[in-house]
């Protein structure tokens, strides 16, 4: 009976005390969660030095604000703060063999504007004759333009030439045939001995002359000078043709005269002399020199 009560005893006590452990874990949360109504916080403690003597509160302030314990901080005691920062030493990269330096490029320079050539004083606009053959006789050049004076004069490569002054627009020059000795281009200009007038050069073509185009490879002498005959080799058709002084070859160069060593023609429309020298070859061919024998010219005069 003693060990019953005993028992009951210790049970009624876990229950107390588990009671009391909830209620006390309820409380706990709810004012974790909750709070017990009151919106201020528990003051917080600071470590510092709060000076003893406090400041009168100055009579017009509110009750409420007097008696809060808000930490005072002492400014004298803050210590400076040093923001500059050391970065760590890092060592120099070691040098790469396979880099080397290129000089940069110059910037090419600005090409200077052209500056305009200023117009000339004088107008050369044409020249006739303008094409000429070479080894031709003296000629007259007339020079057309505007703006010519008599002071002006007709200048062939930078040599000046007699020159008749006709009108502004036309001058007129006896050109030598030393001139145009040589094919090639002359350059012609009209200005005046100070060279304060002057045109712009205008380009004459001396063009060589046509030759005969045969080749001189023998001749045959004929008795009582009757008359001697060359032999002549067209270059294009090979065609031999045997032709005597006065004869007119190609309808335009005329045999003058015929030798043992060349034969020389005339060009009838240039008046241009050409020679043609007999060639070695022509000793060999079907037509070689030939000279008739005192018996054949007696033969000949006994022909009644």
């Known amino acids: 009976m003693a060990a ?87 060592p120099d990269p070691r040098r790469n063999i396979f880099a080397y330096y290129e000089k940069p490029l110059p ?38 333009g505007d703006k010519f004076t008599p002071a002006v004069s007709i200048v062939i490569d930078g040599r000046p030439f007699p020159t008749r002054y006709i009108s502004p627009q036309q001058l007129s020059a006896t050109v030598p045939a030393a001139v145009i000795a040589n094919p090639g281009q002359r350059q012609i200009v009209v200005k005046s001995s100070d060279n304060t007038l002057y045109s712009l050069p205008v380009s004459l073509s001396v063009a060589a002359p046509p030759t005969p185009n045969f080749t001189f490879i023998g001749i045959m002498v004929k008795p009582r000078n009757i008359g001697d005959t060359a032999f002549l080799q067209n270059k294009a058709s090979k065609e031999i043709l045997g032709i005597q002084r006065g004869d007119l070859l190609d309808g335009r160069f005329r045999v003058t005269s015929i030798s043992d060593r060349e034969l ?41």
């Open 4 to 90: 019953a009560e005993i028992r009951t005893t210790s049970d009624q006590k876990k229950l107390i005390w588990a009671i009391g452990l909830g209620v006390v874990a309820i409380v706990a949360m709810w004012w974790t969660f909750f709070g017990f109504g009151s919106s201020s916080k528990p003051p917080s403690r600071s470590n510092a030095t709060v000076p003893s003597a406090s400041p009168t509160p100055s009579p017009g302030r509110n009750q409420k604000s007097s008696q809060t314990n808000e930490p005072v901080i002492d400014l004298s005691l803050a210590t400076p703060v040093d923001s500059r920062i050391s970065l760590p030493a890092v």
């Open 107 to 144: 910037s090419p320079s600005p090409l200077p504007s052209p500056t305009p050539t200023p117009t000339p004083p004088l107008l050369l606009a044409s020249i006739s004759p303008a094409n000429v053959f070479a080894k031709t006789e003296d000629f007259s050049l007339e020079a057309r």
């Open 264 to 304: 020389v023609v005339v060009d009838t429309n240039l008046k241009i002399k050409h020679t043609l020298q007999r060639t070695s070859e022509g000793d060999k061919g079907p037509y070689p020199i030939g000279r008739p024998t005192p018996k054949a010219v007696q033969s000949e005069d006994d022909e009644p």
